[in-house]
């Protein structure tokens, strides 16, 4: 008990003093909630059709998910660079456990994360949406928590955030080096919706949208025609924390089985 302790201890004192966390978490948020109000600013209300303004208020989760991936990048790879992590395994021969503490750590800032990131992204559509025409009297209410599915898509907006960086998370502790496991992460993320688009084959084009981990993942953030989703909102999210576990497993393979 002692020894997860001093894991957790250790883990949370070289987040706090890492000089690019605090940068690279301002990185998520301001310009996710900058890209959700200016996708939000370019909207107007059409008579025809219906809006899904949730899922256009947290547009800007695109963007912050690759600020998210870097930063769960650098958390492994920054100590293998210093060869800090020399220290870290010998202070904490039981190296398992020093992953799942980098783990915890990290999910718990990109949730306190995630939570500013889309409150911000909500807040912006409530401020900004009347203004563009949805409006209660066009069959659009105020943007709220209270509406079940919206509380749904933020919800599992900021578990998605923590997917990812527990997906990078893994990858950085299987590849080590940061430039090799950002290219790999954002090359998962982004394949499949490239690959979807090539393909002509309706079936297949939507079997590559429920594999992809980003195509799956961000089902979550629709509220509305859900029938036309090529995967239902929390499947999808339960196809990209498939990939984090399997993402997980591998690093947690390697990171016991090299040396330092």
């Known amino acids: 008990m002692t020894q997860t302790i ?30 959700s ?41 920054n100590e293998y660079s210093t060869g800090m992590i020399r220290i870290t395994l010998t202070a904490m021969p039981r190296r398992l456990m020093v992953l799942a503490a980098k ?5 718990g800032i990109v949730v306190v994360d995630g939570v500013i990131t889309v409150g911000g992204s909500l807040v912006t559509a409530r401020l900004i949406l009347p203004g563009r025409g949805f409006t209660a009297a066009h069959g659009y209410p105020l943007v709220s928590l209270a509406h079940g599915a919206t509380l749904r898509a933020a919800g599992g907006s900021i578990l998605y955030l923590a997917l990812i960086a527990l997906i990078s998370l893994g990858v950085a502790s299987a590849v080590r080096d940061s430039a090799a496991a950002i290219g790999a992460v954002l090359g998962l993320l982004y394949l499949f919706p490239v690959l979807a688009q090539v393909v002509t084959d309706p079936a297949w084009h939507r079997h590559l949208e429920q594999l992809g981990p ?12 859900l029938r036309a989703l090529p995967i239902s909102p929390w499947a999808g999210l339960g196809v990209l924390g498939a990939w984090a576990g399997a993402a997980l497993v591998l690093g947690a393979l390697l990171l016991h089985r090299r040396d330092a």
């Open 6 to 35: 001093e894991a957790f201890h250790a883990e949370w004192t070289k987040f706090r003093t890492l000089p690019s966390s605090l940068w690279l978490m301002l990185a998520a948020t301001v310009p996710t909630v900058a890209l």
């Open 37 to 77: 109000a200016g996708m939000l600013l370019a909207a107007s209300y059409q008579p025809t059709g219906y809006e899904d303004v949730t899922k256009l208020s947290l547009t800007g989760i695109y963007l912050g998910q690759a600020v998210i991936a870097v930063f769960a990048v650098l958390v492994v790879s």
């Open 103 to 107: 783990a915890t750590i990290l999910v």
């Open 214 to 225: 980003m195509t799956a993942g961000v089902a979550i953030l629709a509220t509305t025609g």
